[in-house]
DNA sequence: CAGTGGTCTAGACCACGTA
DNA sequence: ACGTGGTCTAGACCACTGC
């Protein structure tokens, strides 16, 4: 016997009796290659995920389904399904079941929008895309994205503002293989729930990186400041649920009245 | 019998013989005040921690010790300790113990200080206090800190420079009566580890907001930058333990060749 | 080797949501 | 009434640490 692992791609193994000692199925050899069981069974489901075999909103089957049909207890299928609602990559609900998290305007709001207003509120600003355009990436683009060489990407810069007034100004790189056709119809102002609905891609998380610069002619022109005010600079990747990165997002963004949100736990 | 529970006062329940089936003692009336057992657990050992029954960096009893004076099962101690871990209140390793977490350089370094250099290189940056003083605070740092109308609170500014090039310039504000003693000596570059160990006061989490903004005159002259100069301006309130504010700190941050790193997860 | 946390299982009952 | 996730318990074995 093997340690203790789902059988080898993805397929789920048989439950089979098991010998009654809860873990004496465990503790051979097997040099290498031996996460914990749940985690396999966390990246069985992520897996599942990407394949699109569960969409964003769906109910997942029941634990005990799961566990059945992985061949492992309620407890381990429990454990993976826990560390991913913390991970906000599923949602779970009592008495109604486990679902696929979506991309709505809310989760955005609180897992991506940084942005507040110094009231507290948060606030959703409308856009105005400023012009699309498909080229070859330059050498910092293809490294971002991780893409070969001169690949093909896809530019979005739009305006966002809040009650009519400027807010932000950004410009968005993707992968141009990635979005087919995304250029060919109206761009939406939730951009992360047109990646997982129209392409099956979920942005599971993003690194941002913050600084404080004097706004260039252009973009103070765009925000209706001065040349050289001072603009929130926010340097966004997001990557999706395997890890790939899947956007690269520079926003330059008024403070007043509004603050960039951070909780340090 | 009512709910389950940890006999009142953090006094631990006896463990007595339970009945053998596993949750049959739960299930009565008890019209409020319940919270899942785990959820007790974690905050009489928190308690414990405010109290200073054990002191960052000493280890805990182990889960079976707490279980037994608990009077609740290993697995419900786990579940509570798993938590805090997660919360970074505490520390586990595996065949040593579980420890209370200690504000160290390197916690500081990855929970509190967000301001990365651009090659991704952390750096703690030396710091110099211009000055301390105990005042009435006004009625914003009162608000900030929870304190009565017109209580005294302490001020300290210092600046914190990379390489001796200035970085920050940041005020703190604190309550005066929490710290006694702390204007009469030196102040420490980690101000955390200083609240823990000296007066006992285990900082947790914290809020940041943050704005781009030009640097008045004073702030120019510290920073050796132009006056209106973009600066990254992050105002903290630092939460202890049991969610007292414990400080407010505003910071006026260069952000050539650093930034704010901020994880989106 | 003994003691600690980490993983895994099995089974009970509770709370919630839906029908 | 039924099925879901949430809580709690009990007990097994594994992996790591330090004596």
Known sequence: MSKPSIAAGAEPRRAQERSPAGAAHRGEGEGLESKPLYRQVRETLIRRMVDGVWAPGEPLPSEIQLAAELGVSQGTV???????AAENIVVRRQGRGTFVARHDEERILFQFFKLVG????RHFPESRVLGIERAKGTAAECGALALPRNGRVLRIRRLRTFDGAPLIIES????????????DAPVPNNLYGLYAQRYG???????EQLKAVGADSDTAAM???????????????????DGTPVEWRISFCLTAGFHYLSDLT
């Open 172 to 183: 968005l790189i993707l992968p141009d293989q990635m979005f087919p056709g995304l250029a």
């Open 201 to 207: 891609i979920t942005v599971a998380r993003a690194r």
């Open 118 to 121: 110094d009231d507290g509120e």
């Open 78 to 84: 429990r454990k993976a399904l826990d560390e991913m």
């Open 223 to 241: 925000l209706n400041v001065e040349p050289g005010a001072p603009v929130l600079l926010i340097d966004r990747l997001a990557y999706s649920l």
